[in-house]
């Protein structure tokens, strides 16, 4: 009992203490080895509809491909609640920093920066969308080349978002592949921008 108190209030210090600007982005971060299909397996979203609604959640697919800029572009699929597609587009502007991006969310109409804080290129990457830890904007999603990761990497992934300051309800890790993979059956939106 007393080892989970003080297992509790270290975490309790550690998101009080906790600096948006600590986090850095992968180091060497190499945007070439980055791109390709990924599966957004994991997020973070400390929102109250995110929130109530996370358990009918989908694992969804996206393309990312580096462009002539330095930045990137990424389009997400996913099923809505009307049971259609959804086409996200995202443009992803380079920064000074490799790993750091910024694009303009024309749903709240403010810039925002992505950080890849961590990759290993090939199976898992961690990414945190707008570090000012706004509530109604920041977002830590974990991405797998596959829809399903090792069980280390999702505790990994669990861990961090709870070390930045996500509540546990705020943190879903579906099960189920949404099954939306084309583009020809899209709408255009910027769902969980």
């Known amino acids: 009992m007393l080892l989970a108190v003080a297992v509790l209030s270290s975490i309790v210090l550690w998101t009080h203490s906790f600096n948006s600007s600590d986090i850095l982005p ?3 971060f190499d945007l070439e080895r980055f ?4 599966f957004r397996v994991g997020f973070a979203y400390d929102h109250p509809i995110v929130i109530k609604y ?10 990312l491909i580096a462009n002539e800029n330095g930045g ?8 809505n609640s009307q049971k259609t597609c959804d086409l996200s587009l995202y443009a992803y502007e ?3 920093l490799p790993g750091v991006f ?4 024309q749903r709240h109409k403010i810039e925002k920066d992505i950080t890849v804080v961590e990759t290993n290129y090939t199976d898992y990457g961690l990414v945190l969308k707008y570090k000012d830890m706004n509530k109604d904007y920041t977002q830590l999603a974990l991405y797998g080349r596959k829809p399903e990761l090792r069980p280390e990497v999702v505790e990994h992934f669990r861990s961090f ?15 189920i592949v949404d099954p939306c993979p084309l583009p020809e059956s899209s709408n255009m939106t910027e769902l969980l921008d």
């Open 26 to 28: 992968q180091a060497d």
């Open 72 to 79: 990137a572009n990424l389009t997400m699929w996913t099923m």
């Open 161 to 175: 978002a709870l070390s930045i300051g996500f509540p546990e309800e705020a943190i879903a890790t579906p099960a």
């Open 54 to 63: 996370r358990s009918k959640m989908l694992i969804s697919k996206g393309q």
């Open 94 to 96: 380079k920064t000074e």
């Open 102 to 105: 910024t694009y303009f969310s």
């Open 35 to 38: 791109t390709g299909e990924w």
